[in-house]
């Protein structure tokens, strides 16, 4: 679930595009399963704002069109991505962006 702006994902595209048969599939993730509490848990600590759990009924009801997306477990890695391209994370991940305040 971790997505990175701009910076981040510019070098694993240009090694796919160089490197990598026409088809393939790669995640340029820094992270890898990031539960969706501890998203939240880092934006309400940002925001001041309260961040309780609830539960899957809530869910839809608070979340609307987007609590499918919020109740669908589809963690991306990117050990083939590194190990086919030989290409390694280096910037913050997203937490430590919530964190900074570079989302707001």
């Not at 070098?11 to 796919?16: D, K, N, T, V």
């Not at 088809?23 to 704002?49: D, K, W, Y």
Request: glycine share 10%; hydrophobic share 40%; proline share 8%.
């Amino acid at each position: 679930m971790a997505i990175r702006a701009s910076t981040g994902c510019g070098a694993p595209f240009r090694l796919a595009l160089e490197q990598a048969p026409a088809g393939s599939r790669f995640h340029a993730v820094s992270e890898e399963g990031i539960p969706f509490q501890e998203i939240a848990t880092a934006l309400g600590l940002h925001l001041n704002l309260p961040v309780q759990g609830i539960g899957v009924e809530e869910a839809g009801k608070h979340f609307g069109w987007l609590a499918p997306f919020t109740k669908t477990d589809n963690p991306a890695s990117s050990a083939l991505t590194q190990e086919r391209l030989g290409w390694k994370p280096v910037h913050p991940t997203l937490l430590d962006d919530i964190r900074k305040g570079y989302y707001f």
